[in-house]
């Protein structure tokens, strides 16, 4: 028996077991803003169909409702939503310049650390990042991926009106988590034969990510890209089979097929802003129009 002591060891003086860690230490959360961002996703299930097109000219749009805040975020690794939009060259930044490459991969990151303006008033952009297709590699075998955007955007959306996200042409990572993390999602389509086919297959998708990750998720609308009126008869005939099968959410606004977008994606710059505009600019005012009146009757 011994001397003294009741027979259980001492314990041990206690010590906080992330301080081991100093990777894992959860980062300080900026300040909360005083908004209420909806946040959109701009998604499809294969490449092609002016998906980025559409999140740039959305984004674009959305800012020029009075006193907006909207922040593009470039989820896809081929960083053309990033290319489509005037950044400010040499910006004076409250952060260390960063990219949605580098944010993904931080513990605890806010998107708000990688904001950069533009020459477009109130509209901001989180680029892509040259390393994101790495990024997102290396995300794909971490514990919580699907959430990493939802988390990221916790306190961003509160700064900002919209937040766009222009997500990967494929239903990778980074595209789940951009729907996990989303209000609502807008579906780009062209018509061909396949398209319903198409769609049903992504629908059965985002039902999944609405029941295992993200019950507010909901499909906002379906915008037909690239309407090509030279084949009014087939594009009469798929239009009909896609009413019966979206019903409301599909847009009456279809967005016509132009020169104008791609020589203004060449400029770096929204259709709006480039001068041989043309129709399709007001293609894009009228789907804004839509989406905000969809947003303003939506279900909170």
């Not at 027979?7 to 909360?32: C, E, L």
Request: glycine share 8%; proline share 6%.
């Amino acid at each position: 028996m011994h001397g003294s002591g009741t027979g259980r060891a001492q314990a041990s003086p206690a010590f906080s077991f992330f301080n081991m860690f100093p990777f894992a230490t959860v980062s300080r959360k900026p300040d909360q803003g005083d908004r209420a961002g909806v946040v959109l996703a701009v998604c499809a299930a294969k490449g092609g169909v002016g998906k980025t097109t559409t999140a740039v000219n959305l984004a674009d749009g959305l800012a020029r409702e009075e006193d907006a805040r909207v922040l593009l975020v470039d989820a896809d690794p081929q960083g053309h939503a990033g290319a489509c939009v005037p950044v400010v060259p040499g910006a004076q930044l409250e952060h260390e310049p960063s990219d949605l490459a580098t944010l993904v991969l931080r513990h605890q990151a806010e998107l708000l650390e990688g904001v950069w303006p533009t020459d477009i008033e109130g509209l901001h952009l989180v680029p892509a990042g040259d390393g994101l297709r790495e990024a997102e590699q290396t995300l794909a075998s971490r514990i919580g991926k699907e959430t990493v955007l939802r988390s990221a955007l916790e306190v961003t959306r509160t700064h900002f009106d919209y937040v766009v996200i222009d997500c990967p042409p494929s239903l990778s990572t980074l595209a789940i988590a951009s729907l996990a993390a989303c209000d609502g999602v807008i579906i780009p389509t062209e018509l061909s034969a396949l398209t319903v086919r198409g769609l049903e297959e992504f629908v059965r998708t985002l039902a999944q990510v609405h029941q295992r990750l993200n019950p507010r998720l909901g499909v906002l609308g379906i915008v037909i890209n690239r309407l090509d009126n030279r084949n009014s008869r087939a594009n009469a005939e798929v239009i009909e089979e896609l009413r019966e099968f979206a019903g409301e959410l599909l847009f009456d606004t279809s967005i016509r097929s132009s020169t104008a977008l791609p020589r203004a994606q060449r400029q770096g710059l929204p259709v709006s802003h480039f001068p041989g505009r043309g129709e399709v600019a007001v293609d894009y005012e009228q789907l804004v129009d839509e989406v905000r009146a969809r947003l303003a009757t939506r279900p909170t």
